[in-house]
């Protein structure tokens, strides 16, 4: 019996030994083949599996006979599944193709830079704000794009008043004037108009925002040194769009807001209407708003006419009405004395207009016409003196573009004139300026091979008081293979002086001197950046995507207010120049529902005047962003935040104080309508935890800078409804 048993044990052995078969297949891009390294392949059900090596070949072991299904797997593709049938000849080597997968992220087309490709194949590097992440954002402040804007890495938003609120952007740490700020290709916050634009632009009407960092002057010109944030709007699109916002707030804040558009036929509509208002709000109890009183409405109706499959014809009007007071709490509560005699009064109107033709020559051609008219009225009040005045702005374009395969271009040209005239012409210091620019830009992008990508362009504008200007550009975008990409970039910028800067809106304009353009020069700046992108999976369920973007940025002869007359300030040229280097970081892992992004940014923004270095103030040197969010679509989002900014150096010679920022978003969903709940800096850090932010006497206070928060802790929850 022992001799029987063993030989049987044996060939059962032998058996199951030829019944373990080998699987081997080469993956590759589905549109390029090419081999695509650390992708994975896994029997579905179990936990057997391999990734495939340099060559994308995958062995698979240990497989028993049967039909088993094969999941291919590799982050930026879609997942494949196929089912085989084993055993199989052992010299079989199947070829798999995946193809891209379509992310949100990669079909963004990005306006900004007038081409028709989608962010993973400009040479520039954009960084687009759209989707659910826009949405998530807009559920935090329904009534500004501050949150928007300030939550990525490279970009903050300076307060440059303590009682008013009013803010501005800095990206990769420069002031504010050197950043450019659009809505839908058109310039319409610019100098005077500029000073509340963060505070009056409502998100729920936008597409997408739009972000490119360094110089940007070849197609829009000068003002976008640091770079430019382009606010694309909502357009009608199959089927009607109904929504409405309602939002509050514990600082006794309400947002309404409604978007509705459609299409019929040859033409389509979208109409924006929003009312905004907040309550005089003093969380630190020190008798002065944190938050100011404001009543603010807005409506943007816009026409399209689709004349047929060659013209499309939009035209838009925007509008906006505001009055906002800050300063004395007892002030504003009807209270005034002599005590209680300081505030801040901003009354703004805001109207423009907007038009655009679109003409498809043939598949590969196409011409646009754009024109905008806007129309910005400003009153500053404070006690003792008032700042008003009125700009008037237009902006002209004709563009041509051809794309093929290999080749686009892009050329054109534009006019665009700047008006300020201020409405007290009989009180000294008169700031009134009349700019016109007139400008001619070319650009082209060649595929040299499908891992070059070179994009060239050039620009010559002159301007009426400041002179000429030549600027060129490349940027340069290189596929290392499908999960590692590089870009170079490089440009030339200018900026022509106004007195709008943040600097003169921290004084509210008083006794600010009128520039001499004859003894005064556009500041010129050059840019370079590099950045890297990298993705991969790190197990079957968890991806990493990796980005980090180097910049340097030098301003020359940068205009700076100093003090001039007793009492007064000026504008200056003291030669030398402003230059920021540094770099910012994100990394986003995904496992299953959750996705946590972690940014870093490093700002080193230094002023070299007269043979001295200074910090540059107002900047934090060292940023962190984290975010954990956890997400199931249609169903439910919560979000975990938490931002760190390092001290930053004050005008004063001071030192700020280091502080972190925490905050708690969630929503649930609806098919028709969802609501939402923010716990913003729930901490409650506040600038007037750290120290006093005024000095004098609360008649009439002398500010310091705003480095943190003034507003502290912040619940506010509302609906959102979808028809």
Known sequence: MKNLLLPFLALICISTAWSQNTFRAILKDEETHLP??????????????????????????????????????????????EKFNFPQPSDRTTEIYLPVEVEETEQVIVTATRSSRTIADIPTRVEAIAGEELEEKGNMKPGEIRMVLNESTGIQTQQTSATSYNSSIRIQGLDGKYTQILKDGFPLFSGFSGGLSLLQIVPLDLKQVEVIKGASSTLYGGGAIAGLVNLVSRTPEEGRQLNFLLNATTAGGFDGSGFYAERFGLTGTTIFVSYNMGSAYDPAGIGLTAIPEFRRYTVNPKLFFYINDQATINIGFNSTIEERTGGDIKYIEGQADSLHSYFELNRTTRFSTQAGLDFQISKEAKISLKNSASYYDRNIKIPGFSFAGKQFATFSEASFTKSSPKLEWIAGFNLWTEQFVQVQPDTPPVVDYRHLTIGGFVQNTWNATPKLSLETGLRLDHQNEYGSFVLPRIAMLIKIKPELTFRLGSGLGYKTPTVFTE?????????????????????????????????TLLSARITMSLNTLLYYTKISDPLILTPAAIGFYEFSQPGGYIDTKGLETNIKLTYEHYKLFVGYTLADVHQHFGGETTITPLVARNRLNNVLIYEKPEQIKLGLEAYYFSPQ???????????????????????????????????????????????????????????????????????????
């Open 36 to 81: 695509l390294a650390g992708a994975n392949a896994v029997l579905e059900g179990t936990a057997i599996g391999s990734s495939t090596d340099h060559t994308g070949l995958v062995e698979i072991q240990n497989i028993p006979d049967g039909e088993f299904t094969i999941i291919f797997s590799y982050i930026g593709y879609e997942e494949k599944s």
């Open 503 to 535: 600097d003169a809106e921290r004084l509210q304009f008083r006794n600010i001197l009128p520039i001499d353009a004859n003894k005064t020069k556009a500041e010129e700046s050059i840019g370079f950046n590099f950045d890297t992108n990298y993705r």
């Open 649 to 723: 150096k004050l005008s004063d010679g001071r030192t700020g104080q280091a502080y972190w920022i925490f905050g708690f978003m969630a929503e649930k969903i609806w098919d028709e309508y969802s609501i939402f709940l923010n716990f913003e800096n729930f901490l409650d850090v506040r600038q007037t935890r750290f120290e006093t932010i005024y000095s004098g006497s609360q008649q009439n206070p002398v500010f310091n800078d705003i480095y943190a928060p003034l507003d502290g802790f912040i619940i506010n929850g509302g609906v959102k409804l979808r028809f």
